[in-house]
């Protein structure tokens, strides 16, 4: 392992789901890198592929779904071609991810002490279980859990929908992992649980090194917490690069209509700017590129696919006609 | 001028029955007892015609059931909501039905608010035409004029609900809303659950619809940046209580109530970047079991002895200003 090399390598992702109306490509082709203690947000509409890519990664796409092509690196090892077994060694605990649900995680017919308590001494068997019990009592207090004592001995059931999430995210931190997952893991939560979750997230990427995949359909989040941004849309990353870039000088038709749709300090009682109709359905994809309907700037090339144009430092669109002229600004 | 609508002290308590277990205890001598929850706790406030009055706060401390309320959904457990200058209670049973058509609210989830075996048609032209807005011959014409006020085709008619998208299923619920003439809209998380690029389609509706049809709003969200975008005044609410009563501006500005400061501070913009989050600090309070005194002082910095014993009034700060908190007693 050498320090140049990036903690997770995602490279020409492609997952498909086969069903009876034909094969949806909820992932076509997805390709990202993050370093160690990096923030990448991923971002893009629901139904765009983005719980698919962090699935496809810790190995947890179930039929009819399949991961068909590409590559998966996590410090130079392919995970799309470890076994189960392998799988299960790494998974809550060198590579984590915190789901939508938070059922996923938690399991309902045992106490929130033993799943955490389990948790900690599958990864490292060497320590006490007094100590195991300290440290999954600190981390439901770091998620902002009132009384942790008591709310151990608790089942999930008794917890509300945002304090299951939090204990959920709880166990997520506990290993310190290398890589996590993050999808969409603060929506349901308060903006003030939310800040608290973002500073524990953030403080383990600064001191552990942890690289994070921030999931989200709120820009905002990712504006104050990530280092870089990938943007997807019909299963695939349209436009990727450094955080200020994208935001402040976006390129791909998209992502300028979804940073002009959102409603900002200056924009009161103005109309907003609206994409107009919808996302396509992953099994109606026109040939080309998919947001050729929805775009102002489509003409005749867009039938074909753009593929990765423009690659610049770093950063990389596909479209035929991204808007460089602003970008150069 | 009487406001279009007038909220005073207005509260609603649920109460957790206890299941048979825990009337067993109890009969056992146990100390268990039914929970009260305050959702909410002397709330008062006005919004006069043609104002879009937003109203915050953080999940569970009683937007939903403020709004409830207002819509006559849910009956209050004590206070006065008067609209047009009667209150609720001392209507008539044609004041209190006109009241009824004229307030109407539109929810978050707008799969949830549907009939999923009734057609589009139906769903929007029923109330219509029982309320006398529409006959059975001009159903069909009246629904699509409706529909196409919110961006519909008419042609979706004989469609059912599951056959549309998100945003989609919004405007029907917002159509089936209009298809009444309402004077006053309840907004609950109207847009929450829809994605970006569909929530700007959607807060433009509302708005295009507020000038074309003379429309008030309470618009309830816990997206701030939202909020600010659409409402010319501001409610903010913490546990039950409000806090804070303001012009949006004014409110941005310089808020004057510590948790709507603390509230600012955490909201997530697109301007703010590489923010280096800190921890809450204090205690994170229950609904069921708030702190005494002002329900903000486990986590206000300003927090002082009174605060712990003594409820803040909401009283007038300044012109069209309204403030609860022991600071502004100088
Ligand atoms: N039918 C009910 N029975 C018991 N408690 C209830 C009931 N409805 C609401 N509550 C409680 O009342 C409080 C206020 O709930 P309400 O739904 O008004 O919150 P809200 O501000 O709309 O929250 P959110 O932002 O999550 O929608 C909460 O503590 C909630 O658990
Ligand atoms: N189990 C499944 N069977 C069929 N299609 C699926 C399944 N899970 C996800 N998909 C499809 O994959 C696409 C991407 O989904 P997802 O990654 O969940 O989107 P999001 O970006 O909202 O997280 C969607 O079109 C979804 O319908
Ligand atoms: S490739 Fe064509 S249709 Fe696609 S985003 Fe670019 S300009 Fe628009
Ligand atoms: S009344 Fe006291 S505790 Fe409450 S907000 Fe004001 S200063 Fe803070
Ligand atoms: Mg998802
Ligand atoms: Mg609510």
């Known amino acids: 392992m050498n320090d140049s090399q990036p903690t997770l390598s995602v490279q020409n992702l492609e997952t498909h789901f086969f069903t009876k109306e034909g094969v949806a490509k909820a992932v076509n082709g997805v390709s990202f890198d993050i370093a160690k203690g990096e923030i990448m947000g991923l971002v893009g509409e629901s139904g765009s592929g983005k719980s698919v890519t962090g699935f496809s990664i810790i190995g947890l796409v179930d039929p009819p779904g399949e991961v068909v092509g590409g590559k998966v690196l996590f410090n130079g090892e392919d995970l799309v071609q470890a076994g189960e077994e392998r799988m299960r060694?790494?998974?809550?605990?060198?590579?984590?991810?915190?789901?939508?649900?938070?059922?996923?995680?938690?399991?309902?017919?045992?106490?929130?002490?033993?799943?955490?308590i389990e948790t900690v001494l599958a990864h490292?068997?060497?320590?006490?279980?007094?100590?195991?019990?300290?440290?999954?009592?600190?981390?439901?207090?770091?998620?902002?859990?009132?009384?942790?004592?008591?709310?151990?001995?608790?089942?999930?059931?008794?917890?509300?929908?945002?304090?299951?999430?939090?204990?959920?995210?709880?166990?997520?931190?506990?290993?310190?992992?290398?890589?996590i997952i993050a999808d969409e893991p603060t929506t349901a939560l308060d903006v003030t649980i939310q800040g608290q979750i973002l500073y524990e997230a953030q403080k383990l990427c600064r001191e552990t090194g942890t690289a994070l995949i921030w999931i989200t359909h709120d820009l905002a989040v990712v504006?104050?917490?990530?280092?870089?941004?990938?943007?997807?849309?019909?299963?695939?990353?349209?436009?990727?690069?450094?955080?200020?870039?994208?935001?402040?000088?976006?390129?791909?038709?998209?992502?300028?209509?979804?940073?002009?749709?959102?409603?900002?300090?200056?924009?009161?009682?103005?109309?907003?700017?609206?994409?107009?109709?919808?996302?396509?359905?992953?099994?109606?994809?026109?040939?080309?590129?998919?947001?050729?309907?929805?775009?102002?700037?489509?003409?005749?090339?867009?039938?074909?696919?753009?593929?990765?144009?423009?690659?610049?430092?770093?950063?990389?669109?596909?479209?035929?006609?991204?808007?460089?002229?602003?970008?150069?600004? | 001028m009487t406001a279009m609508l007038e909220v005073k002290d207005l509260t609603k308590n649920f109460v957790k029955r206890l299941d048979m277990a825990g009337k067993i205890a109890q009969k056992l001598g146990s100390s268990i007892r039914e929970e009260v929850v305050h959702a909410v706790d002397t709330a008062s406030f006005t919004v006069d015609k043609g104002e879009v009055v937003g109203l915050v706060g953080e999940s569970g401390c009683g937007k939903s059931t403020l709004g409830r309320m207002i819509a006559g959904i849910l009956p209050p457990t004590a206070g006065q909501i008067s609209f047009k200058g009667v209150e609720f209670t001392s209507m008539t049973q044609e004041e209190g039905d006109a009241a009824a058509l004229a307030i109407q609210m539109i929810f978050q989830d707008p799969f949830a608010s549907l009939n999923p075996r009734m057609?589009?048609?139906?769903?929007?032209?029923?109330?219509?035409?029982?309320?006398?807005?529409?006959?059975?011959?001009?159903?069909?014409?009246?629904?699509?004029?409706?529909?196409?006020?919110?961006?519909?085709?008419?042609?979706?008619?004989?469609?059912?609900?599951?056959?549309?998208?998100?945003?989609?299923?919004?405007?029907?619920?917002?159509?089936?809303?209009?298809?009444?003439?309402?004077?006053?809209?309840?907004?609950?998380?109207?847009?929450?659950?829809?994605?970006v690029s569909i929530q700007a389609q959607v807060i433009n509706l509302f708005m295009d619809l507020r000038t074309d049809l003379d429309l008030t709003y309470l618009f309830i969200s816990h997206d701030l940046s939202v909020v600010e975008h659409i409402s010319d005044r501001l409610v903010i609410m913490y546990l039950g209580r409000i806090v804070e009563t303001a012009p949006t501006d004014e409110l941005f500005d310089k808020p004057n109530h510590p948790y709507t400061s603390a509230l600012l501070n955490e909201v997530p913009r697109l301007d703010h970047r590489g923010i280096d989050y800190e921890p809450v600090s204090g205690e994170?309070?229950?609904?069921?079991?708030?702190?005494?005194?002002?329900?903000?002082?486990?986590?206000?910095?300003?927090?002082?002895?009174?605060?712990?014993?003594?409820?803040?009034?909401?009283?007038?700060?300044?012109?069209?200003?309204?403030?609860?908190?022991?600071?502004?007693?100088?």
Request: some cysteine; overall charge neutral.
């Open chain 1, 89 to 116: 060694q790494l998974r809550g605990n060198r590579v984590a991810m915190i789901f939508q649900d938070p059922m996923m995680t938690l399991n309902p017919v045992l106490r929130v002490d033993t799943q955490m």
């Open chain 1, 223 to 329: 504006a104050g917490l990530a280092d870089r941004i990938s943007v997807m849309y019909a299963g695939r990353v349209v436009e990727q690069g450094k955080l200020d870039d994208v935001l402040d000088h976006p390129v791909h038709p998209y992502t300028v209509g979804l940073l002009g749709s959102v409603p900002g300090h200056n924009t009161r009682g103005q109309r907003l700017f609206q994409i107009p109709g919808m996302t396509p359905s992953l099994l109606k994809l026109p040939p080309g590129c998919a947001f050729q309907e929805r775009c102002p700037r489509v003409d005749g090339a867009c039938e074909a696919d753009p593929g990765i144009t423009h690659p610049v430092d770093g950063r990389n669109v596909r479209c035929f006609h991204p808007h460089l002229e602003e970008a150069a600004q």
């Open chain 1, 124 to 179: 490292d068997k060497s320590v006490s279980k007094d100590e195991a019990r300290q440290r999954s009592r600190d981390a439901l207090g770091q998620v902002g859990i009132p009384s942790p004592d008591e709310r151990l001995k608790a089942y999930p059931h008794q917890f509300s929908g945002g304090m299951r999430q939090r204990v959920a995210i709880a166990i997520a931190l506990l290993n310190k992992p290398d890589v």
């Open chain 2, 119 to 195: 057609r589009v048609e139906e769903i929007i032209g029923e109330a219509p035409v029982i309320h006398g807005m529409t006959t059975m011959q001009e159903k069909a014409n009246y629904v699509g004029e409706t529909m196409e006020r919110v961006g519909l085709g008419r042609e979706y008619s004989r469609r059912y609900p599951h056959q549309f998208s998100g945003g989609q299923r919004q405007r029907i619920g917002i159509a089936r809303a209009l298809a009444v003439q309402p004077e006053f809209l309840v907004c609950d998380e109207a847009i929450a659950a829809l994605d």
């Open chain 2, 284 to 330: 994170i309070p229950s609904p069921l079991d708030p702190p005494p005194g002002c329900h903000f002082h486990p986590r206000c910095p300003h927090a002082m002895d009174r605060c712990k014993a003594e409820i803040p009034v909401l009283r007038e700060i300044a012109p069209g200003r309204l403030s609860a908190c022991h600071l502004n007693d100088g």
